[in-house]
Nanobody, 125 residues
Framework: QVQLVESGGGVVQAGGSLRLSCEVS????????MGWFHQTPGKEHEAIAC????????YYAESVKGRFTISRDNAKQTMYLQMNALKTDDTGVYFC??????????????????WGEGTRVTVSP
């Protein structure tokens, strides 16, 4: 059974840091592009950080460049998102998912699993 479980969210003051984790079961993390998505009420999931499996090329949305770092430990079947210098705009729910990276962008790959439950991040002023 394919399952992705996000964790590590919480409440933090602006300027603080969090590290999100995504534990994967049911498929090999090392065989897929993976990414993190950010969702706020009334908006679509936005790809903010992605990692290509074959060469670990990364993609970052402009809003998080220089502040967030995506990484993965294929042996542990886990992906991470280190979030530094958090801003109130970073508040929302974060999801991990399989992705496709092309044309300079990062897109959700739907062929393997639905969205998980996500992990909520609240950044206070």
């Amino acid at each position: 059974q394919v399952q992705l479980v996000e964790s590590g969210g919480g409440v933090v003051q602006a300027g603080g840091s969090l590290r999100l984790s995504c534990e994967v079961s049911g498929f090999s993390v090392g065989m897929y592009d993976m990414g993190w998505f950010h969702q706020t009420p009334g908006k679509e999931h936005e790809a903010i950080a992605c990692s290509r499996h074959r060469d670990e090329t990364t993609y970052y949305a402009e809003s998080v460049k220089g502040r967030f770092t995506i990484s993965r430990d294929n042996a542990k079947q886990t992906m991470y998102l280190q979030m530094n210098a958090l801003k109130t705009d970073d508040t929302g729910v974060y999801f991990c998912a399989t992705t496709l990276m092309y044309g300079g962008g990062c897109y959700r790959y739907w062929g393997l699993h639905p969205w998980g439950e996500g992990t909520r991040v609240t950044v206070s002023p």
